[in-house]
């Protein structure tokens, strides 16, 4: 059977922990979750994965750990967390928003607010997770900085040495920063989609040619985890419902 754009999805999430070894993932949402656990399960055997509020779990949610708010704050000043965050807006540099939308004294439309955004992005690596890619996330300038990017954290010097942005994950591509200027970067588009629908849903010019490769292949075995073991409920497919991947 075809991977299902979702599946696409949940291996390119999982590859953001590729090699960060014993580090606290803290994934935001279903697809960044399965990603997670995924990981934790394959090629990340080292992460470390948390419920929330005071333990660290197995991938099947049962505890092997006790992980107090003092140690999480510890994890999380010393750049041994790696938190995939959602955004409403985000630009080329990755300055991100999730607290509202138009002028912030008189918003059109209020969001979640500023929540742990500038500590988790100045203090640990972060990833983004867009479900929806579209012109209303990928934006020239963000409305309100929640999440500093790469420019505002140059600014900051020594006080952003642990900032970085390792990849943004959306329901139609991979994309990160690794480019001179920091810029956002296409890195692959989900079987699917295309490049050419990638740059129409972008509110700004990306890097990278128009060649990018198509986001890897789930292997049978992780296939066989996602639906039978991780999600056999099948969440994923309700929070990226299009179709399958080719």
């Known amino acids: 059977m075809r991977a299902t754009r979702a599946e696409y999805c949940v291996i390119a999430c999982a590859e953001a ?15 960044p979750s399965l990603g997670a656990r995924l990981a934790r ?8 994965l948390t419920d929330g509020e005071a333990l660290l779990v197995r991938p099947d949610g049962t505890p092997e750990g006790w992980l107090p708010y003092r140690q999480h704050l510890e ?19 990755g300055n991100q928003n999730i607290s509202c939308v138009g002028d912030r004294a008189h918003p059109r439309r209020q969001l979640l607010g500023v929540r742990g955004a500038p500590l988790n992005t100045l203090n640990n690596p972060t990833s983004y997770w867009v479900p929806r890619h579209s012109r209303r996330v990928f934006v020239e300038r963000v409305d309100m900085v929640c999440g ?21 994950v959306s329901d139609l591509a991979v994309l ?21 629908q990638v740059r129409e849903a972008t509110g700004f010019p ?5 060649d990018v490769p198509y986001t890897r292949e789930p292997e049978a075995a992780e296939l066989r985890l996602i639906r039978e073991v991780l999600d056999p409920q099948g969440a994923r497919l ?9």
């Open 176 to 196: 990160d920063f690794a480019t001179p200027d920091h810029r956002m970067r296409l890195v692959s588009v989900h079987p699917g989609a295309s490049v050419a």
């Open 238 to 246: 309700r929070e990226v419902p299009e179709g399958t991947g080719d």
């Open 17 to 31: 922990w590729r090699g960060a070894g014993e580090v606290l993932a803290s994934p935001m949402g279903v697809i």
């Open 75 to 93: 994890l999380v000043a010393g750049g041994r967390r790696h938190v995939m965050m959602g955004a409403s807006q985000l630009d080329r540099y």
């Open 41 to 48: 399960l394959t090629f990340a055997p080292d992460l470390l």
């Open 206 to 210: 990306l890097a990278g040619p128009d």
């Open 148 to 168: 500093v990017g790469y420019d505002r954290a140059a600014e900051l010097g020594g006080a952003a040495r642990f900032h970085r942005l390792v990849r943004v």
